[in-house]
């Protein structure tokens, strides 16, 4: 199929050569041109402007948005209603408000524009592992945009179906969540998840890592080699994932991750997930745990919290805020 892929970032970028590489035409433009040219490079037709974007694609569109949430991505929604036309589909990939989906939804459909919000994940790796798809809208637009879903997904690969699953595209790694809203509504409880279960990993690392502290007795402390023991639980251990993965890696390279201040940024969805907890009255005692231990990180930093930094930036290349107020890139 065509589409059009606006922001060209550390996920926008790699989508389109994913992209490309199943064959799939891509219009691009991204604010800094340099970034539209690399693409064009291997394949993509770069434009200098969004209204060019828009008049160079066939309908009924597809444009793709993928740029940080929030203003930005809010002023670029409003720029395509205008521009598009009826039948056209409008989709933002990146971290929105599930709330702000259904109102930008409302407006494009007085002009018989669809919308798709699509929870996108796979971080710098997607471009090879492909990207897990979470999308919401109506089964027109998700069918426009299969093609390039079940493209940009990871496919079924070596993980086994579930026992008594009868198919679907879930085993393909997208699918179709429900209406306007639904897709960033589970990427962002997703994304609450993913703070519970690195807050865990960074605890657990933390507390091992404290059992040669001078407070403990002379027969019990422990120099434990935790680049040793992440790859260990690698293999056959129920806690094995592939933050366990990207936390063994970063260990390796540096045990006392040193060049981490262990000063913890949230991108949003945690803060999301833990206000629809208390909205729904549905206790959420882990999640809210993590969100605010990420809090506190940027007052006092400890090695749990450079245990997470190391994970956010292996899964997503994130920077690292520091201590000062000024960032800190890896």
Request: proline share 3%.
């Amino acid at each position: 199929m065509q589409i059009g892929m606006v922001g060209l970032g550390r996920m926008g970028g790699n989508m389109v050569r994913r992209l490309l590489r199943g064959q799939h035409e891509c219009v691009v433009w991204n604010r800094d041109f340099a970034k539209s040219e690399e693409l064009q490079q291997v394949g993509a037709h770069a434009v200098q402007t969004v209204e060019d974007l828009v008049k160079t694609l066939r309908g009924p569109r597809v444009v793709w948005v993928m740029l940080p949430s929030g203003d930005v991505t809010e002023q670029m929604i409003a720029k395509l209603g205008a521009l598009c036309s009826k039948g056209d589909v409008v989709v933002d990939g990146g971290n929105s408000y599930f709330k702000d989906d259904v109102r930008r939804a409302k407006v494009l459909a007085e002009r018989g524009i669809h919308y798709v919000d699509c929870g996108t994940s796979g971080g710098v790796w997607g471009a090879d592992r492909g990207y897990c798809l979470m999308a919401g809208g109506t089964k027109e637009a998700i069918a426009l945009l299969t093609p390039a879903l079940r493209t940009l997904a990871p496919g079924v690969g070596d993980t086994t179906p579930t026992v008594g699953r009868a198919g679907g595209t879930a085993e393909e790694g997208f699918l179709h969540c429900g209406p306007v809203g639904a897709g960033h509504f589970v990427k962002m409880v997703h994304n609450g998840i993913e703070y519970g279960v690195m807050q865990a990993y960074a605890e657990g690392f933390d507390l091992m890592k404290s059992q040669a502290g001078p407070s403990v007795p002379a027969d019990m402390r422990y120099d434990l080699k935790l680049e040793d023991i992440a790859e260990l639980w690698r293999r056959g251990s129920v806690v094995g994932s592939w933050l366990l993965d990207l936390t063994a890696m970063a260990l390796q390279e540096d045990p006392k991750l040193a060049r981490y201040s262990g000063y913890v940024q949230d991108s949003g969805e945690g803060r999301w997930t833990v206000q629809a907890a208390i909205d729904n009255a549905v206790p959420a005692e882990v999640l809210t745990a993590a969100l605010f231990t990420r809090f506190r990180s940027r007052q006092v930093h400890t090695y749990a919290e450079k245990v997470i930094s190391a994970m956010r930036e292996k899964f997503g290349g994130h920077v690292e805020q520091a201590p000062t107020g000024t960032s800190k890139a890896h």
